[in-house]
């Protein structure tokens, strides 16, 4: 079994308003490297990243939405 090793520690998401849809992916890296946020997320392809940093496939991924608990912004009914 490998060992994993937490390099960055998660921080949950804190919207402002409104709804965010959030996605994760998990890649398997072939080396400890130094990978680069994007300067723009907008219309971001995981293939590319994948390609860019040899990342080879996702080995998961999930998505949610979350929205601030006190309730401003977001969809009404």
């Known amino acids: 079994m490998d060992a994993w090793n937490e390099v960055v520690a998660y921080e949950a998401p804190q919207p402002s308003m409104g709804?965010?849809?959030?996605v994760?992916?998990?890649?398997?890296?072939?080396?400890?490297?130094?990978?680069?946020?994007p300067e723009f997320?907008?219309?971001?392809?995981?293939?590319?990243?994948?390609?860019v940093y040899n990342l080879g496939d996702p080995v998961a991924a999930f998505?949610?939405?979350?929205?601030?608990?006190?309730?401003?912004?977001?969809r009404r009914a």
């Open 19 to 22: 709804i965010h849809r959030l």
């Open 63 to 74: 998505f949610y939405n979350c929205h601030r608990e006190n309730g401003t912004g977001g």
């Open 41 to 51: 997320r907008n219309n971001f392809s995981v293939r590319q990243f994948s390609q």
């Open 24 to 37: 994760m992916v998990v890649f398997r890296q072939p080396r400890r490297q130094i990978l680069l946020a």
